[in-house]
Structure formats: C-alpha cells, structure tokens
C-alpha cells in the first residue's frame, strides 16, 4: 500500500480528489496539509477535517499551512476562488468536525515524513505550492526523498483561467511554483490543457450515481451541485481529481520530460508557465486516457453514468 500526503486547498475538485484517495484501497492517506487558494486556510482546514470524518477516517492528521503566499507576490494574500467554488469552498453542507488540527505544522509535518521513509511517501500537490516551496527552502532537498510528487498546476503552453497565461494555483504564488518546478526535483505536472481532456456535462453530472459506495456518493452530490449553484455552467473539470489519479495510476497519463519555469516578474504574463529546455526534470502531460480514467472512478468511487 503506498503511503501518500496530500497537499490540499480543499474546494470541490479538491473534496472530490480526497474523496478518492480516502476510498483507494491501493493508498494510505498519511496527512492532508492545507494551503490557502481556493479558500482561506481556516475554511480549508474545516473542510479537510469535515471531509475525514464524514469518511470515518478521522485519525487520519490534517496540518495547517500557508495562509499567505511567499512574500512579495501580488498583494500578499492569495486571491481565493469563491466565484468558483462558493464561500464554503464545498458545494455540499457538512457537519461541523469535532476534529482539530493536529499540533505543529504542514511544513515539518511534511518533513519528518519524508525523513523517516525516504523513498516512500508519494506527495499529491493540488494547490497552490507555498507548503512545498517552504519546505525547500527550510529543508533544501528534502522534496528529493519523495517517492514521487505529482503538481496540478499551470497552463503549458495553453490558455489559462486566472488571466489568458496564468492557472489559479501558479497564479496564486508564482514564486512558489517557481521555486519547486526548477528545484530539480524530478515530478509530473498536471496542467490546464491535461485536465481539460477529462470532464463531463451537466446532464451527465446529474445522472452519476454511486450505489453501496458513502464516498462515492458525497463526490457524486459535490459535482452535481457544482453544476446546480450556476445555471449557465455546463462542464465540470476533473482538475484535482486527474492529478491524484495520476498519483494511483500513472499510467493514466503521457508525459515529455522538460523543463519548465514560471513567470515571476511584474506583466501580463505574471504566473504563465512555459517550457524552457527538453529533457529537464518535469514530466509534463501531453495526453491522458480518458477512458482509464473515469473507469478508475467507476472502480474506486462506484460512479455509475460516466
């Protein structure tokens, strides 16, 4: 069973992605630590503590992060994406957890994992990368004792969705994306134009069902009500939940190994992501197999209707 940390700024894709770990027999949730992104650290922390608890797996631990980006980016705060996925950051009521976080943070959390089973703790990095940026710069090297780290992230030489260049989570701390894509720590990146490859439609959304599966169906209702809080919306991006599969089944994917830098200076390009150089330590996506895909949601999840 591989033992897996999930780096999380819980909003629905991420809820939908942590939702599959939890039911994948073949993966052991060592911890989720949260970033901000998606919502503020505090609402992200609830959400992963209401999200283990509702699977019955509250001893799993969930460390506090980042609740801003590196200095020096935008106006030092990350610029949230409630437009997206509401307030609450889940599109499903949960009840309040009676959890709390665990003592310490995701920083040396991280760390002591990776110190006691080098090689062996696989890291699932699904917002914004301030945590892992962090971690490298307090521990230089310490990404390297990763069994392997799997990014979503960035627009590679595609249209973004924070500005035409720029994907939220790059978009949220550049530098951050920057420091860890060009650490030289080998990893796959999960970006824009890989997940757009993988998504479904509001009537096919309303027709997923997950019989005899608890977690199943929570993510089912999560992507369904996604579509419900926006009539005009009619397709759902499996973002978070392509990247953490990737994690499972790598060979989901087809990657080109590159490298790949980030736009940090003041413009309009500020966050894009473009490869630099072949050949560099970055597995970046070139096509994923859509099919294996939503047949591991069917296998872990129990979706029917996709």
């Known amino acids: 069973m591989a033992r897996i940390i999930i780096d999380t700024d819980p909003g629905v894709d991420d809820a939908i992605a942590i939702l599959l770990a939890l039911a994948c027999p073949a993966l052991e949730v060592a911890g989720l630590t949260v970033v901000g992104g998606n919502v503020p650290q505090a609402r992200g922390v609830r959400n992963a503590l209401a999200l283990l608890e509702y699977a019955g797996q509250g001893d799993v631990p969930v460390l506090r992060g980042s609740s801003r980006p590196?200095?020096?980016?935008?106006?030092?705060?990350?610029?949230?994406?409630?437009?997206?996925?509401?307030?609450?950051?889940?599109?499903?009521?949960?009840?309040?957890?009676?959890?709390?976080?665990?003592?310490?943070?995701?920083?040396?959390?991280?760390?002591?994992?990776?110190?006691?089973?080098?090689?062996?703790?696989?890291?699932?990095?699904?917002?914004?990368?301030?945590?892992?940026a962090r971690l490298e710069r307090q521990r230089p090297g310490a990404l390297s004792q990763a069994a392997s780290i799997v990014v979503m992230g960035g627009a590679v030489d595609a249209p973004g969705n924070s500005t035409p260049y720029a994907e939220f989570n790059f978009y949220s701390d550049p530098a951050a994306a920057q420091e860890v894509l060009t650490c030289g720590v080998p990893l796959t990146l999960v970006d824009l134009a890989a997940c757009r490859q993988v998504a479904i439609g509001r009537e096919a959304a309303a027709n997923l069902r997950a019989p005899g599966n608890r977690l199943g169906q929570l993510a089912a209702q999560l992507a369904q009500n996604w579509f419900r809080r926006e009539a005009r919306r009619e397709r759902f991006e499996f973002y978070d939940p392509l990247a953490l599969a990737a994690a499972i089944a790598p060979?989901?994917?087809?990657?080109?190994?590159?490298?790949?830098?980030?736009?940090?200076?003041?413009?309009?390009?500020?966050?894009?992501?473009?490869?630099?150089?072949?050949?560099?330590?970055?597995?970046?996506?070139?096509?994923?197999?859509?099919?294996?895909?939503?047949?591991?949601l069917r296998e872990i999840l129990g979706w029917e209707g996709v």
């Open 70 to 132: 590196l200095p020096g980016q935008g106006n030092g705060k990350f610029p949230y994406a409630h437009h997206f996925h509401g307030w609450s950051g889940l599109s499903r009521r949960l009840p309040k957890p009676r959890n709390r976080p665990a003592a310490g943070g995701a920083v040396d959390f991280l760390a002591a994992q990776l110190d006691a089973a080098p090689g062996q703790v696989h890291i699932a990095a699904l917002g914004p990368l301030t945590n892992l």
């Open 251 to 296: 060979e989901v994917l087809t990657t080109r190994r590159a490298a790949v830098s980030v736009a940090t200076a003041a413009g309009p390009e500020w966050a894009a992501s473009r490869v630099t150089a072949p050949d560099g330590p970055v597995a970046v996506v070139e096509r994923v197999d859509a099919a294996r895909f939503f047949a591991l």
